[in-house]
Nanobody, 122 residues
């Protein structure tokens, strides 16, 4: 069982940066792959980035590649999403998720946080 809590969202101007954090409870955090997804009202949840259990491999959606970086600190039970060069179209609720392997489909992840709002103004 893993419980996830996101933080770090907020309002930022286009071109700015934010770092999201996702703190996990439970001793098995280091055994899970972690993903970040985002969702805007009326649209399906969209894959953003994912990282393997040991941080050895990462994967990004084309829309964020080169601007966002996912990382994790297993000693702190935390996964991060560094977001640079933010655009208004990055505005969404961002969710972290834990799963058994690095996947891009949301249904592959069994545990989800409550989400944190990111708003990018133009």
């Amino acid at each position: 069982q893993v419980q996830l809590v996101e933080s770090g969202g907020g309002l930022v101007q286009a071109g700015g940066s934010l770092r999201l954090s996702c703190a996990a409870s439970g001793r098995t955090f280091s055994s899970y792959a972690m993903g970040w997804f985002r969702q805007v009202p009326g649209k399906e949840r969209e894959f953003v980035a994912a990282i393997t259990w040991n941080g050895g491999r990462t994967y990004y959606a084309d829309s964020v590649k080169g601007r966002f970086t996912i990382s994790r600190d297993n000693a702190k039970n935390t996964v991060y999403l560094q977001m640079n060069s933010l655009k208004p179209e990055d505005t969404a609720v961002y969710y972290c998720a834990a799963g058994r392997s690095l996947e891009i489909e949301s249904y592959q992840y069994g545990y989800w946080g409550q989400g944190t709002q990111v708003t990018v103004s133009s």
